[in-house]
Every structure is written in structure tokens, then in C-alpha cells.
């Protein structure tokens, strides 16, 4: 049973179970949906549950919806309104992830634009084992969708299958996650996940224009490197031989945080260890979430 009594579905509260759509609608046929995942950061101290830069999540979701051609859903304002009741519903007062979809509904076709559902969920969400010995990554013989078939930009029920398949493929073959290249042979990203790598003294991840999504874990990696570390991040094409040069790498994702890699096709990483840079970025990145700084309120939306 999940850890959670309610969910939300077109903007009502209900019960766990009953947060159901048809069989037949385009989003089960097609995979006809976009979705965000939101972290709630609970602050023990003063009681409380910070959503992370959840502004920056309701204006991509609102830019793969419109990438999509749906029909007009439920407003920004709307959206964070039901977010928070669902939250308050639940009394969480734990870390959770936040999933919410837009998705075509109804009895619809393939060009089907609506009628356009929402549905929210939120469940706690534990840290992953591999924060603190660091993850073995494969290079994926699946190769990262180009933007001319399936953009990765819109954040898509539908393009997970890519991600699914090579990490499915690491996890049968022994290691903790896929690293995907693109059509032209650089490097793209993990499932679900930017990857960084530390080199000749500041940070390197592939540019917008590699297949990637448009994290907002990543954006906010980037500016917390120079605010706090005085490192430099350049984006551009990564061969894949660079990861295997690299002192550290490491990937990032509302989901996964900040986690280090410790080695790619089992040839370690700098020392095989979870990484200096690494582990200072993630102390900082919670910090922030959390609420345990002042800095950045900005990017805390208080749900309680």
C-alpha cells in the first residue's frame, strides 16, 4: 500500500485507490501525458514543508502542455492551490517526491487534444544508498532520442520509455545507472537525470542542444557551484572518454538530487570515491531545499 491516504484528480482531494482513469483513454493508449516531479522538504525546526522551486516546475509543465497542443488545463495559481491541499490532506511531515500530469482524457484518438485531466501525487521519499558509496554507470548501447523524433524537452510520459530500456538494460547487466549518448555519439544524460564531471578545475555538462531535458536540478546546480564554490560550469558536447578522465562525476534530478558516480563501465572515477565537489554541492543543494539557510527563500514555497 502506498504511504499516502489521498491523491488529487481534476483538482479534487480523494481517496488513495479511487484516483483512476479509463483504459481507454489516450493517455493509457498513447502515453499522452506530461508530468513534473516537485519536491516537499520537511523542516524539523520549524515545522514545516518547503516546495522546491516550484514556480520553475509550474512553468515547465505549462511549456510541455503548450508543446504538446492540449487543450487549456487548470491555472498555475489553480495547480499550486491543489498541490498544497493535497499536502495539508496528507499531513506529511516527511520529505516527499510530487508527481503531477496533465494528460488527454476521455475516449479520444491519437490527435486527441483533451479533455486535458490532472491528476497529483506526493509520497515520502527516501535518500538512495548510492549517495553515499556512489553509483556504477554504463554507457547505454540504447541511444538518447534525438529532438527531431521525440524532444526531450518536453518533459513527456511517452519519452521515459527511452530512459526505461537503457536503464533496465544497466540494471540486468550489474550497475546503478545508464548514461545515454546521442545520435552523434556525445554525451546526453541519465534516465531522468543531468550528469556533470568535474575537470582541469570546474564543472562540464552537456549543453541544451544534446538531447537533454531542461532541468531545473541542473540550473540550480550550475548557479549554486559559482555562488558557493567560485566554479565555472561550460556547457557543451562530452565525448565519452572524458567521463573516464574526469576527477568526478556525478548526476542530478528532483528525484536523485545530487548523487557522485564512482565508476563508468567499471573503470573508476578519480579515486573510486564519492567526490570532494561533489559532496559540497549536495550539503549546499539541501541546505537550501531544506530550509536550513536563509539564502534563496526564493525558491522556497511554504506549504503549511
Not at 488529487?8 to 516531479?37: M, Q, T
Not at 476521455?106 to 509520497?123: C, D, N
Not at 548523487?259 to 573508476?268: G, H, L, N, W
Request: hydrophobic share 40%; aromatic share 8%; glycine share 8%.
Amino acid at each position: 500500500m502506498p504511504s499516502a491516504e489521498f491523491a488529487c484528480l481534476n483538482g479534487k482531494i480523494v481517496p488513495w485507490n479511487d484516483a483512476r482513469v479509463h483504459v481507454f483513454s489516450p493517455v493509457a493508449k498513447y502515453g499522452i501525458g506530461v508530468f513534473e516531479g516537485i519536491r516537499g522538504y520537511w523542516n524539523e525546526c520549524e515545522e514545516q514543508l518547503f516546495l522546491f522551486r516550484l514556480d520553475e516546475h509550474l512553468e515547465r509543465y505549462a511549456f510541455s502542455q503548450k508543446a504538446m497542443r492540449f487543450d487549456e488545463g487548470p491555472s498555475s495559481r489553480e495547480l499550486m492551490q491543489a498541490l498544497i491541499a493535497l499536502c495539508r490532506a496528507n499531513q506529511f511531515c516527511t520529505t516527499v517526491h510530487i508527481r503531477m500530469m496533465a494528460f488527454v482524457d476521455g475516449l479520444g484518438e491519437m490527435s486527441a487534444t483533451g479533455p486535458v485531466g490532472t491528476a497529483i501525487t506526493a509520497l515520502p521519499r527516501v535518500t538512495t544508498r548510492q549517495v553515499g558509496r556512489g553509483a556504477s554507470a554504463q554507457i547505454s548501447s540504447w541511444m538518447r532520442m534525438p529532438d527531431s523524433a521525440m524532444p526531450a524537452r518536453i518533459k513527456c510520459n511517452a519519452n521515459y520509455h527511452n530512459s526505461r530500456l537503457a536503464l533496465m538494460q544497466a540494471k540486468l547487466d550489474g550497475y546503478d545507472v545508464a548514461f545515454l549518448l546521442n545520435s552523434r555519439g556525445k554525451l546526453a544524460e541519465a534516465p531522468a537525470m543531468c550528469v556533470f564531471l568535474l575537470r582541469h578545475g570546474h564543472l562540464v555538462t552537456p549543453s541544451g542542444s544534446n538531447d537533454i531535458l531542461e532541468s531545473i536540478t541542473r540550473r540550480t546546480v550550475i548557479e549554486i557551484a559559482e555562488e558557493y564554490l567560485h566554479l565555472k560550469t561550460v556547457e557543451r558536447d562530452v565525448d565519452r572518454t572524458e567521463l573516464l578522465l574526469a576527477d568526478e562525476v556525478f548526476y542530478c534530478g528532483t528525484g536523485a538530487e545530487i548523487a557522485p558516480v564512482t565508476s563508468v563501465d567499471r573503470i573508476s572515477v578519480g579515486s573510486g570515491k564519492p567526490g570532494a565537489v561533489t559532496t559540497e554541492l549536495r550539503k549546499i543543494y539541501l541546505s537550501i531545499a531544506m530550509g536550513e539557510t536563509k539564502d534563496h527563500s526564493e525558491w522556497r514555497t511554504a506549504a503549511y
